[in-house]
């Protein structure tokens, strides 16, 4: 496979995406959206955190059934056994988010439906990208705490003390701050990107360690500077695009859901609002179950369209990739079959057959 542009790659990518989902069912649509959902999930990976158990305790107070900072023991233990569960919630998200994230991209590689599979063929590595991920976004948020401390230290003393009219070095601060925050929701998103498009599939298709993964990666990078900014930029363009395109989707979804059925509420309401407390309660249990039916409508489409978009990002940063990674283009473009020549038949003469002539 030939390497393709970021503009290249679009076509191939859509082609690939309306392929995998053809012909339609709503079963194949929500389980690759499920899938696709999961996958997005995994490459945020951020662990919630467990929270304060409240302020310093009060000199008055002692011992642990006394009150600590205006919270009751029941309450601080609440805070914790609430915390804790958050974070373990968190932890499972990250595991079937990363492991998912595997699967998604071997079911657009392999251009197959059978989750099965890849989730048992790819278990093995999932903790190896789990650490990477935490470990990354570990180190880029003690370097963002080390470069803002000075600032925040000048804002928090500015904020304490009551100072009327703050400086020029607290607005200095402040703008520095509000700078870095942005420039660290930018390094934040190119992090998740080059870390799901140009590491993981060394992972993903060759069983490479991290240390190679990365390595190659920074290669690939290294050569290619300005195309893969430029891939970044077109897959920021496609990501409006795409879903302005899935929210119009979803409301055309909406209307074609909400249309009968405020229609069919209309019409129990005109036929049950004097109908006594038996059919006014008739009239609100079917209510209920129109708007069951609604969120369940609202549910399907947004899992269903906003599936669909994601399993296109993943086939476009796999044919991006693909003629740069051999083992990738080759699953996406199987080379033909070697051509086989016939096999050789040894001619054998035939007897020339001698005929008698009566004299």
Same mark, same amino acid.
């Given at each position: 496979?030939?390497?393709?542009?970021?503009?290249?790659?679009?076509?191939?990518?859509?082609?690939?995406?309306?392929?995998?989902?053809?012909?339609?069912?709503?079963?194949?649509?929500?389980?690759?959206?499920?899938?696709?959902?999961?996958?997005?999930?995994?490459?945020?990976?951020?662990?919630?955190?467990?929270?304060?158990?409240?302020?310093?305790?009060?000199?008055?107070?002692?011992?642990?059934?006394?009150?600590?900072?205006?919270?009751?023991?029941?309450?601080?233990?609440?805070? @914790?056994? =609430?915390?804790? +569960?958050?974070?373990? /919630?968190?932890?499972? $998200?990250?595991? !079937?988010?990363?492991?998912?994230? *595997? &699967?998604?991209?071997?079911?657009?590689?392999?251009?197959?439906?059978?989750?099965?599979?890849?989730?048992?063929?790819?278990?093995?590595?999932?903790?190896?990208?789990?650490?990477?991920?935490?470990?990354?976004?570990?180190?880029?948020?003690?370097?963002?705490?080390?470069?803002?401390?000075?600032?925040?230290?000048?804002?928090?003393?500015?904020?304490?003390?009551?100072?009327?009219?703050?400086?020029?070095?607290?607005?200095?601060?402040?703008? @520095?701050? =509000?700078?870095? +925050?942005?420039?660290? /929701?930018?390094?934040? $998103?190119?992090? !998740?990107?080059?870390?799901?498009? *140009? &590491?993981?599939?060394?992972?993903?298709?060759?069983?490479?360690?991290?240390?190679?993964?990365?390595?190659?990666?920074?290669?690939?990078?290294?050569?290619?500077?300005?195309?893969?900014?430029?891939?970044?930029?077109?897959?920021?363009?496609?990501?409006?695009?795409?879903?302005?395109?899935?929210?119009?989707?979803?409301?055309?979804?909406?209307?074609?859901?909400?249309?009968?059925?405020?229609?069919?509420?209309?019409?129990?309401?005109?036929? @049950?609002?004097?109908?006594?407390?038996?059919?006014?309660?008739?009239?609100?249990?079917?209510?209920?179950?129109?708007?069951?039916? *609604? &969120?369940?409508?609202?549910?399907?489409?947004?899992?269903?369209?906003?599936?669909?978009?994601?399993?296109?990002?993943?086939?476009?940063?796999?044919?991006?990739?693909?003629?740069?990674?051999?083992?990738?283009?080759?699953?996406?473009?199987?080379?033909?079959?070697?051509?086989?020549?016939?096999?050789?038949?040894?001619?054998?003469?035939?007897?020339?057959?001698?005929?008698?002539?009566?004299?």
């Amino acid at each position: 496979m030939r390497p393709l542009s970021a503009t290249e790659a679009f076509t191939p990518a859509l082609e690939r995406t309306k392929s995998l989902l053809r012909p339609f069912s709503l079963k194949l649509w929500l389980k690759l959206g499920l899938v696709a959902f999961a996958a997005e999930m995994g490459a945020q990976f951020v662990f919630p955190p467990i929270g304060n158990a409240g302020a310093p305790a009060s000199s008055q107070s002692s011992g642990i059934g006394a009150v600590a900072g205006g919270l009751s023991e029941m309450w601080i233990m609440a805070i @914790l056994g =609430f915390g804790l +569960i958050v974070f373990l /919630v968190g932890l499972v $998200v990250l595991y !079937v988010g990363s492991r998912t994230q *595997f &699967v998604l991209m071997d079911l657009v590689a392999t251009h197959t439906t059978l989750v099965r599979l890849p989730w048992h063929r790819h278990a093995s590595k999932t903790w190896r990208w789990i650490g990477l991920k935490v470990a990354t976004f570990f180190a880029i948020f003690v370097l963002l705490g080390v470069v803002l401390a000075g600032p925040l230290i000048v804002v928090f003393r500015n904020i304490s003390r009551n100072v009327p009219q703050p400086g020029a070095a607290f607005f200095g601060s402040f703008f @520095l701050i =509000f700078t870095m +925050i942005i420039l660290a /929701v930018i390094a934040l $998103v190119t992090v !998740v990107w080059t870390l799901r498009d *140009f &590491v993981l599939p060394f992972i993903v298709f060759e069983d490479a360690m991290l240390a190679v993964a990365i390595r190659s990666a920074v290669e690939l990078i290294r050569r290619e500077p300005l195309s893969i900014l430029f891939y970044f930029l077109m897959k920021l363009a496609f990501g409006f695009v795409a879903a302005i395109a899935a929210e119009f989707a979803i409301l055309i979804s909406m209307l074609i859901v909400a249309i009968p059925a405020g229609g069919i509420g209309a019409i129990v309401w005109l036929a @049950l609002r004097h109908a006594g407390a038996f059919g006014t309660a008739i009239m609100y249990a079917t209510f209920g179950m129109l708007g069951i039916v *609604f &969120v369940a409508a609202l549910f399907t489409a947004v899992i269903c369209m906003g599936g669909a978009t994601l399993v296109f990002y993943q086939a476009y940063a796999l044919y991006f990739i693909g003629g740069r990674i051999p083992s990738v283009g080759a699953l996406l473009e199987p080379p033909p079959p070697p051509f086989a020549a016939p096999p050789f038949v040894p001619m054998v003469p035939t007897p020339l057959k001698i005929r008698s002539c009566d004299s």
